[in-house]
C-alpha cells in the first residue's frame, strides 16, 4: 500500500534561517506531489505541484521553492524565512484521482 | 474546475446521520465530486468521490443530484471523531491541481 511521509512534525525557526522540509511517497510509481500550507484559521493554499522529476508548478509568487529531485521525493525550501512562512505545510500525492496527505509540518518562525 | 459552496458550519447530535451539502452548480460533463476531511491538527483525509452516480464506502456516502449542480456528504451514525472541517471539491481527473476551498465545520455533539 502506499504511505507518505512528512517530516519534521514540528519546526521553530528564526527569521532569516533557511528551510527545507522533505516528503517522500512510498508504494507508488511517478505519482503528482504537491506542497500546501494553511495559516493559522485559514483554508489550504496550494504552493507547488509537480507531474515528474524536475518538473515544478508554482502557484503562488513567495519566499519558498520546491524541487522534485527523484520521482518520489518532494522538498520544500527556503533561503531565508520571514515571519509570514509561519504555517501547517502539507505534503500530498495522488494519481489523477483522489489526493492523499502527509501529516504535515506546524512551522513557526520566530 | 467548478466552484463549490458549502454552509460555514454545522452540528449533529452522536449517533445521528449527519448530512452536508454542497453545491456546485457550474459543475461540467467530466468533473467528479470529491470529499475530503481535515480533524484539526492533521493532514486532509480524502472521504469518497464520484462521477454521477451515488457512491458508498466504509466512511460514507455520496448522494448526486441527477442534475448533478449538487451533492449530499452522509455520515449515517456520527461520531464525536467525525468532527472536522469538510472539503467538496470538484475537477476533472486530468487536472492535476487539487485546491480546496473554505469547507464546512461540522461538530458533532454528545
Known amino acids: 500500500s502506499q504511505t507518505i511521509h512528512q517530516w519534521p512534525a514540528t519546526l521553530v525557526q528564526p527569521v532569516g534561517s533557511p528551510l527545507s522540509l522533505e516528503c517522500t511517497v512510498e508504494?507508488?510509481?511517478?505519482?503528482?506531489l504537491y506542497w500546501y500550507r494553511q495559516a493559522a484559521g485559514r483554508g489550504l493554499q496550494l504552493l507547488f505541484y509537480s507531474v515528474g522529476i524536475g518538473q515544478i508548478s508554482s502557484e503562488v509568487p513567495q519566499n519558498l521553492s520546491a524541487s522534485r529531485p527523484q520521482d518520489r521525493q518532494f522538498i520544500l525550501s527556503s533561503k531565508k524565512l520571514l515571519l509570514s512562512d509561519s504555517g501547517f505545510y502539507l505534503c500530498a500525492w495522488s494519481l489523477g484521482t483522489a489526493g492523499f496527505f502527509g501529516q504535515g509540518t506546524r512551522l513557526t518562525v520566530v | 474546475d467548478a466552484k463549490t459552496t458549502q454552509p460555514t458550519s454545522m452540528d449533529c447530535a452522536e449517533g445521528r446521520a449527519a448530512n452536508l451539502p454542497c453545491n456546485h452548480s457550474?459543475?461540467?460533463?467530466?468533473?467528479?465530486v470529491y470529499w475530503y476531511r481535515q480533524i484539526h491538527s492533521q493532514g486532509p483525509q480524502y472521504i469518497i468521490h464520484?462521477?454521477?452516480n451515488n457512491e458508498t464506502n466504509e466512511m460514507a456516502s455520496l448522494i448526486i443530484t441527477e442534475d448533478r449542480k449538487s451533492s449530499t456528504l452522509i455520515l449515517p451514525h456520527a461520531t464525536l471523531r467525525d468532527t472536522a472541517v469538510y472539503y467538496c471539491i470538484v475537477r476533472v481527473e486530468s487536472n492535476y491541481k487539487l485546491t480546496f476551498g473554505k469547507g464546512t465545520l461540522l461538530t458533532v455533539n454528545p
Open positions: 508504494g507508488t510509481s511517478n505519482p503528482n
Open positions: 464520484g462521477l454521477k
Open positions: 457550474t459543475i461540467s460533463g467530466n468533473e467528479y
